[in-house]
């Protein structure tokens, strides 16, 4: 078994050579532990210092497309890399490496697809009162979309299987860990969430500027990606809100109506009858998303079976490429 440990940087040399004097080289169950930095359009020298410090492999995006595209751009390299189990950590030294073992625990034995490190958010001192609020609120909104008891789903500490990591995309530009969970739960894949610790900040946080900025880039990833994996469910809630008040306008015109008084209320008649077919469109149209969801679903297991196929290809490269090079070496 093949566990590579993957870091995305965006212009993390100061801060690089400590999240690496701290990674393992052997964890229990594996027989290799391998480092591997995504580095995501880094204008300093994040690519030189991840060398000089021993990493094993170094894959660089042409530009920087953010950390979602960073985390699937390691996911696919770690995989051609002939990883079993990936393990995503941040540059920046956030989260405890000593946890690593404890979090591929639950995928080792078999229990577990996913595992995702919990933070006690409650007790730690450099998030304020307001972040802790809003992180319980987080991970409380996904559980409830996404059907699993995760506890900490902001939490970008975590360790995946290769047929998991072989199904996920992420669409979402801004982070990955939220929609991953999501599309986790809608595709049966088993999560658990494991109580890991964190390091005391090195920097300030590149995702959160504000408390502000925060909650609304939240609010919509949450939307967003509720509406992508359940259309079905959030057209017909929005279908409702539009009917009940459409039919409570239009039974109030037909009892005027029947009591003698239905000439001078039109407008409820009006008003019922357009919110109740704005109403009827909706519904269509969560029909509709709903086909397309199941199309996305059906597309997501060819990808899948195509990357799986991809890997297998390019480990036989690999291996013939060994090969060869013993034997010139041979003779």
Avoid at 256 to 267: E, P, R
Wanted: charge should be neutral; glycine fraction near 6%.
């Amino acid at each position: 078994m093949k566990l590579i440990i993957q870091i995305p940087c965006f212009n993390e040399e100061s801060t690089l050579p400590e999240t690496i004097a701290c990674l393992p080289r052997e964890v229990a169950g594996f027989d290799t532990v391998e480092w591997l930095v995504i580095d995501d359009g880094s204008s300093d020298r994040t690519v030189e210092v991840a060398r000089e410090c021993g990493v094993d492999h170094v894959h660089s995006l042409p530009h920087n497309q953010g950390l979602a595209a960073a985390f699937m751009a390691g996911l696919e390299q770690a995989l051609c890399l002939g990883a079993d189990v990936v393990v995503n950590t941040d540059g920046d030294n956030q989260y405890k490496a000593e946890f690593i073992e404890a979090l591929t625990a639950p995928i080792v034995e078999g229990s577990a697809k996913i595992a995702i490190g919990a933070r006690p958010i409650s007790t730690i001192a450099h998030f304020s009162p307001v972040k802790r609020w809003l992180q319980g609120l987080g991970s409380w909104v996904v559980r409830k979309t996404s059907g699993l008891d995760v506890a900490d789903a902001p939490s970008g500490f975590r360790a995946i299987h290769k047929s998991a990591a072989t199904r996920l995309f992420v669409f979402n530009r801004y982070t990955y860990t939220l929609e991953t969970i999501i599309q986790a739960g809608y595709l049966n894949i088993p999560v658990v969430s494991v109580p890991v610790d964190v390091n005391p900040p090195t920097r300030d946080s590149r995702l959160m500027r504000s408390t502000l900025q925060y909650i609304l880039r939240s609010a919509t990833t949450i939307f967003r990606i509720a509406v992508l994996y359940n259309p079905f469910r959030a057209f017909s809630l929005a279908a409702l809100v539009l009917f009940v008040p459409g039919a409570a306008a239009f039974l109030r015109f037909l009892y005027l109506y029947a009591i003698g008084d239905g000439g001078g209320n039109i407008q409820s008649l009006v008003i019922g009858a357009a919110l109740i077919a704005s109403a009827a469109i909706l519904f269509v149209g969560g029909v509709i998303a709903d086909l397309v969801a199941a199309n996305r679903t059906l597309l997501t297991e060819i990808r899948a079976r195509q990357l799986s196929d991809q890997i297998a290809h390019h480990r036989r490269d690999t291996i013939s490429g060994v090969t060869d090079i013993k034997k010139r070496a041979a003779s």
